[in-house]
């Protein structure tokens, strides 16, 4: 099956750019996703891409795909503390909710 | 609002009894899901229903319950044979069908064997 692979832990100061990398083995997945955890959440998406697209950019984040390297990120621009939390990525097929996620980055920012 | 609602937030469970997590959803979504969370592990499927009165094992089904008997509703039965049942647990509902659709959680429900 499917599995998806991040670093448990980022740290940067605020101000910085942060990059969050993922990595999945199957390339089934149609879509990819990033989802924010704030602690004791759920989780919120913060942005997908679909998986014959290379790069998507919405406001301060920017979702680079590698296909052939099997290989996704998520970068941050101008990070805040308020964007402290765990960020999941995510692959899915068609049916929405039906994601095989990594293991989560814990993204801590210090002022 | 439209949401999706767990409850309780926190919930206590005796070594060998049977507990249910409830899950809400006033979206008008067909699907929705069941995860479990442990620390370090990430999301894990335990069961999902693309409409009523029916469902499907995820990878870890194994002493996990379901029903389906309302659109609104996909309530959780940790059930006495979960050895390890200590976890947070998220609930999810998304359009069915839809390509790209995203799923909405739940706040969660942490669950705690005492």
């Known amino acids: 099956g499917e599995d998806v692979e991040q670093s448990l832990f980022l740290s940067v100061r605020e101000g910085d750019s942060s990059v969050i990398n993922c990595t999945y083995t199957?390339?089934?997945?149609?879509?990819l996703y990033w989802y924010k955890q704030e602690p004791g959440a759920g989780l919120q998406l913060l942005t997908y891409i679909f998986s014959n697209m290379d790069m998507k950019q919405d406001q301060r984040l920017t979702v680079l795909l590698n296909k052939k390297d099997k290989h996704l990120s998520l970068r941050i621009a101008d990070t805040q503390t308020g964007d402290s939390a765990i960020y999941f990525c995510a692959g899915g097929g068609n049916q929405g909710g039906k994601l095989i996620f990594g293991q989560g980055t814990e993204l801590s920012v210090k002022p | 609002d439209g949401g999706i609602t767990q409850s309780p937030k926190y919930l206590f469970r005796k070594e060998g009894q049977n507990v249910t997590l409830s899950c809400e959803q006033n979206l008008n979504h067909d699907a929705m899901y069941w995860y479990r969370q442990d620390p370090g592990q990430g999301l894990r499927l335990i069961y999902y229903?693309?409409?009523?009165?029916?469902?499907q094992k995820g990878d870890i089904a194994e002493g996990y319950s379901v029903s389906r008997e309302k659109k609104e509703s996909f309530p959780l039965t940790v059930t006495s044979a979960q050895k390890n049942p200590t976890a947070f647990y998220l609930c999810?509902?998304?359009?069915?069908?839809?390509?790209?659709?995203?799923?909405?959680f739940g706040q969660g429900t942490r669950l705690t064997v005492v």
């Open positions: 999810a509902s998304s359009l069915r069908d839809a390509k790209g659709s995203e799923a909405f």
């Open positions: 199957d390339s089934s997945s149609t879509y």
């Open positions: 229903s693309q409409i009523v009165n029916d469902f």
